[in-house]
């Protein structure tokens, strides 16, 4: 795993929002559980950052979808840039 971003865009181009949130909520369940080594502990956070980064990027590729659907086609109204 790197700070550069390279596995979360690998990983964010293999797996949709909805696999990567229930990965995440497993990881979050064993981690709670406990019983882990602390190897097992430290692999199972870094996927979990790693998971929580690509539904982020989900996250906000929705919001600029979103935002965009919104603002629609800006109609000129009068006075704006039209001739006289």
């Known amino acids: 795993m790197t700070d550069d971003g ?18 995440l ?6 981690l709670e559980a406990g ?3 602390l190897e097992e502990s430290l692999a199972l956070w870094e996927r979990g950052e790693e998971l929580a980064k690509v539904c ?3 996250l ?7 935002d965009a659907a919104l603002a629609g086609p800006r109609e000129p109204s009068e006075g704006d ?4």
């Open 56 to 58: 982020r990027h989900w």
């Open 60 to 66: 906000e590729g929705a919001r600029a979808r979103l």
């Open 35 to 37: 019983g882990t080594t």
């Open 6 to 23: 390279t596995t979360t865009a690998a990983t964010a181009g293999t797996l949709g929002y909805e696999q990567a949130r229930d990965e």
């Open 25 to 30: 909520i497993e990881v979050v369940r064993r």
């Open 81 to 84: 840039g039209g001739t006289d």
